[in-house]
């Protein structure tokens, strides 16, 4: 069972700004200090740059940068050399699709949906532009989701592309992924899974999802910003071409060619990004001292709390019920969702309102944004009635006009 009180001292914001009634995490989770700790140890103890120096300084940088690949490895399941750091998933996924620009053909097609964030959505509508390959959105039910089912309609001999959120930023909806991607698998198509809003949130176990490809930020599960991760298979990811060319990535250079090493170093040209891998394995360490199943437990019965007192407010509408992450996405009739929330800041409640990098989605539900107040750790009931309250509040005054 979760402590508000005690998580909270976790989180140095709430000491700093003890106002603060934070529903905003779908788009940023708020920052741990074991990690903060940790970014500044790097910072003020080592600093040097890793994998090149013949001093103890680089060693025990490389040694760290190293130990956090392990960190999420052992996170998600995976081996440590299918473990690439990058600047977070929408990098990942341009990564990935920028790669294919040189495989996939015309005729081919890349299985997406109108769920999905536009990171996992434009490299794929990009690359489907360069190559004359086609996207095909998979049919959503009338609630938004999409199912094994839909996917089979779409799924064919052409399919060589599967590229899906596996939760909706904006509905919250959990994607049937280890069913498609077997059925994908049948076709011989790859799996390239958009893991950002549950990577913060469940047991990514990528051995037992099955997928090719995956990406998550470490912004959104209390690490820092600037720092994601690619996982690939191993073999796939051997096989790919490097995604950028520089330093650490290459073997042996001639005059008019070069070989280049083997994943991850092949993917991470350059100097990486030390701090946020160092950071990002010290939040995963967070994770995991409270566990999967607190956390879930935590989160859902705000997300039930709460949604049941949103329900009771005339003029609502949920478009998202029965979300399996703790996010409530809703309007509230005639009002604009940006007047609602600047005005819930002035309560000091933070929620986002917009169409939430997700136009797509917007488009489905007939609106041109939404409001979303999203759920963690750090979250109470007081923060519940509080953004309740606030909402009444709102909703009264814009209805005086
Ligand atoms: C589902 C989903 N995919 C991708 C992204 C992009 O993540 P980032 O901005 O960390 O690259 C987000 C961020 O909101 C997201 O929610």
């Known amino acids: 069972m979760i402590d508000v009180d005690s998580i909270r001292k976790d989180f140095p914001v709430y000491s700093k700004q003890p106002q603060i009634i934070y529903l905003d995490s779908a788009a940023s989770s708020l920052k741990v200090k074991s990690m ?30 190293e130990d956090a690949r392990k960190t ?16 977070g998933t929408t990098s990942s996924l341009n990564m990935i699709a920028g790669s294919y620009r040189d495989i996939l053909k015309p005729g081919d097609e890349i299985i997406t949906s109108e769920l999905e964030h536009h990171s996992s959505l434009l490299p794929w509508m990009i690359t489907a532009q360069k190559t004359g390959a086609k996207l095909v959105y998979i049919p959503l039910t009338t609630t938004g989701r999409i199912t094994v ?14 590229a899906l959120t596996h939760v909706s930023n904006v509905l919250g909806f959990l994607t049937p992924i280890v069913e498609i991607t077997k059925l994908a698998h049948e076709k011989q198509a790859i799996v390239i899974l958009d893991a950002a809003q549950s990577a913060p949130h469940m047991k990514l176990d990528v051995e037992a999802l099955g997928v090719d490809y995956m990406a998550f930020s470490g912004h959104k599960m209390f690490g820092p910003s600037g720092v994601g991760v690619l996982f690939g298979k191993e073999a796939l990811l051997n096989k790919l071409e490097p995604f950028e060319y520089g330093g650490e990535m290459v073997d042996e250079v001639y005059k008019d060619h070069a070989t280049f090493k083997d994943a991850p170093l092949r993917f991470e040209a350059g100097t990486p990004v030390i701090s946020g891998a160092i950071g990002l394995a010290a939040a995963i360490r967070y994770i995991e001292s409270i566990g999967f ?12 709390y709460a949604l049941v007192k949103l329900k009771a407010v005339k003029g609502v509408t949920i478009y998202n019920q029965s979300a399996e992450n ?17 005005m819930l ?5 933070s929620v986002r309102a917009g169409h939430h990098c997700a136009q797509l989605v917007s488009k489905f539900l007939g609106v041109s944004s939404t409001l979303r107040a999203s759920f963690h750790i750090y979250n109470n009931r ?20």
Do not use: W
């Open 326 to 342: 703790p996010v409530i996405t809703f309007n509230i009739d005639g009002i604009h969702p940006h007047d609602i929330a600047t």
């Open 72 to 87: 999420v490895a052992n996170f998600i399941h995976s081996k440590e050399e299918e473990i690439i750091f990058t600047r």
């Open 36 to 65: 903060i700790d940790q970014v500044d140890h790097y910072y003020h103890t080592l600093g040097v740059n890793v994998h090149r120096g013949a001093y103890d300084l680089a060693y025990v940088t490389t040694k760290l940068y």
């Open 293 to 304: 199943y607190a956390m879930h437990e935590h989160t859902e019965a705000l997300h039930q």
């Open 382 to 401: 007081a923060d519940c009635d509080t953004f309740i309250e606030s909402i009444i509040t709102a909703k009264n005054f814009f209805e005086g006009f």
């Open 149 to 162: 089912e839909n996917f089979l309609a779409v799924l064919s001999n052409h399919t060589k592309v599967v």
């Open 345 to 349: 800041d002035q309560y000091h409640v």
